[in-house]
């Protein structure tokens, strides 16, 4: 393509210069087998062999005895191919003189040869520069997604353990609820394996999956949890990455109620608009806990989890704080969805 590209432009430059397009292309004929040979020498095995790997000398001395050899075929075969094909319209020199002419060679050859050689060089140097770009991008995005799956596995283990343990004390008692907390624990477990696999689920899916993960947890609590979730969408087919807001949620279940020997209360709200998200979750902290400045180590993997999460898939678009006091820990997050 580069070559074709060559051969077809200089007609037309000869043309709109008022120059002998025949004269123009038969010289372009006699110069192009030097032209190839010097690029692909060049390109293909002088650069990369040679200098890439640091033989500077040698380097150096192939090249100055590349192009010696390439600008005397370029001159032969402009004379021979070009009597071919127009007779008489080159004096006919012999290989000594031409071998022994090496000021005439650089003057008239080189740049007849070489700028084209440097050019295929350029367009080599931009289009490796553009794969090796390429792949590091592919090679980030597999980096990213198999993150994203580490991540998304580590998403409530501890919270299956508890289910399984309060569905294990509701068989014992031979409770009504067993039934529906087995359906609620298997719509979870169908939603965190299978459809979260796609970058981007339906909001409406995580809320449903936010609120059977509420009912379960809910359970072990009873009176002593005061819990209120509220979500309005503007729109029905509002899309976000699947498993990052349930995190908070975790996390304000497993430091705030579990910890706490008496009433506890956690308000979550959720709502959109056209350009943004916005999700809030409260709850009081437990009785005594140790207070820092910045105690967010406190609140375990889940908060690093999410934030990691967030960053992957809306890094510089979204917007995370925290606040805490001694009696409760809130947590407000933006997420621009344009």
Sequence with gaps: MFWFLVFISLPILAALNSGSIEKTVTHSLALLPAQLLASYFLVYYQVPKLLFKK??????????LSVYVFLVISNLSS?????????????????IEILSA??????????????FVFLMLMIKAFKDRFEERHQLEVLQKEKATTELKFLKSQTNPHFLFNTLNNLYALTL??????????????????YMLYQCKDAEVPLKKEIDFIQDYIDLESLRY???????????LHSPNVMIAPLILISFIENAFKHGASNNLKDSVIEI???TNQEQLCFKVYNTNPIKIESSKNNESHYGIGLSNAKRQLELNYKNNHDLKSTKTDNDFQVVLNINLK
């Design 173 to 190: 008692d031979q409770s009504e609820k067993a039934p529906d907390v087995v359906l609620k624990l298997s719509d979870m477990l169908d």
């Design 102 to 115: 090496p000021f005439h060679l650089a003057v008239v050859y080189f740049p007849s040869v070489y700028v």
């Design 79 to 95: 004379i021979y191919l070009s009597e071919l094909l127009t007779p008489n319209s080159f004096k006919e020199k012999t290989l």
């Design 222 to 232: 009873g009176n002593k949890l005061t819990l209120n979730f509220t979500h309005h």
């Design 55 to 64: 033989k500077y000398l040698r380097f150096g001395i192939s090249f100055i």
């Design 269 to 271: 709200d959720l709502t």
